[in-house]
């Protein structure tokens, strides 16, 4: 089973006005990132908006993105529904299309360790040859005690872990020396997830700063961490930035667009950022030095 590292951007889906998947802008979208050496994609996951689309939309993003990277990057992609049968039916999708890996949600319908072990054993069985990645998102449970029971999974190989509390991560990465595979997934903790042992970081702006969070990794692999700080908190000026106008408006409708992407509206239950926000967002990500962490 592969071991993934490095910096994964959560791709952003376009969409066209009319709400439909914009497919040119995300074929060029991949090619971009590429040329920014990217690690590889997360697709389809909570930046994506997966769980806010039909199947049939799903597995069009899934073929378009796995066509697109040509093999180029690894790409694993989120098949998380609140339907099992959906779930097992995209897990066996983005396999017979060449997905070097699957990552589910932890269902909210799923109450207790046992039931999210008969979850993800079902759905690991679905694709017994692809690594299944667990996506912690802000989760309630004890994560080390459910990673310590989902590794009985034989092809469950490691997780996506999107929250603050570094001590934890740095716990489940510590439950398996090999072929294990811990990925932060809170951009602004980027750097102490790193000094835990993260083997990469999949996040949402990495879409349009992955440069960023390559030097935070290697300031930490070279023990500049003074250096590897001043870069987080630069990226975090962004994110709080972003967070403080609505995320995934911010993103899809005033940061794409600044790089040249058109990703249209958000999907409810995400707003709409209005439009008189525009321009106030753009001049403080300007003040905040948006174009020289793009351009890293």
Not at 73 to 87: E, K, N, Q, R
Not at 126 to 147: D, I
Not at 157 to 174: C, I, S
Not at 228 to 241: D, I, K, P
């Amino acid at each position: 089973m592969p071991h993934f590292h490095g910096i994964w951007p959560a791709l952003v889906t376009p969409f066209t006005e009319d709400n439909a998947v914009n497919l040119p802008i995300l074929r060029d979208l991949v090619d971009y990132l590429i040329d920014k050496k990217v690690d590889g994609f997360y697709v389809c996951g909570s930046t994506g908006e997966g769980i806010l689309m039909s199947v049939v939309e799903r597995k069009l993003v899934a073929e378009t993105v796995l066509s697109q990277a040509k093999g180029r990057v690894p790409v694993i992609i989120h098949i998380g529904a609140m339907a099992l049968v959906d779930a097992r039916d995209l897990a066996q999708h983005a396999g017979d299309h060449g997905a070097a890996g699957v990552s589910s949600i932890l269902p909210p319908p799923y109450s207790g360790i046992d039931s999210l072990y008969t979850y993800f054993e079902n759905l690991a069985s679905a694709v017994p040859n692809l690594p299944v990645l667990a996506y912690m998102l802000n989760s309630s449970y004890n994560n080390v005690e459910l990673m310590r029971r989902l590794m009985q999974i034989p092809n469950l190989m490691g997780a996506k872990y999107t929250g603050p509390d570094v001590y934890e991560f740095g716990e489940v990465v510590r439950l398996r020396d090999k072929n294990w595979t811990m990925l932060s997934g809170m951009d602004e903790v980027c750097l102490y997830a790193s000094m835990q042992g993260a083997h990469g970081n999949i996040g949402s702006t990495l879409n349009f700063m992955p440069g960023v969070y390559r030097r935070i990794h290697e300031c930490v692999q070279t023990g500049n961490l003074a250096e590897g700080q001043a870069l987080q908190l630069r990226a975090n000026r962004v994110t709080t930035l972003m967070i403080n106008a609505g995320f995934m408006g911010a993103i899809k409708q005033v940061v794409m667009p600044l790089i040249g992407f058109e990703c249209g509206p958000p999907r409810l239950p995400h707003p709409c950022l209005k439009p008189e926000r525009f321009a106030q967002l753009q001049r403080d990500l300007e003040l905040a030095n948006f174009a020289e962490l793009v351009a890293m």
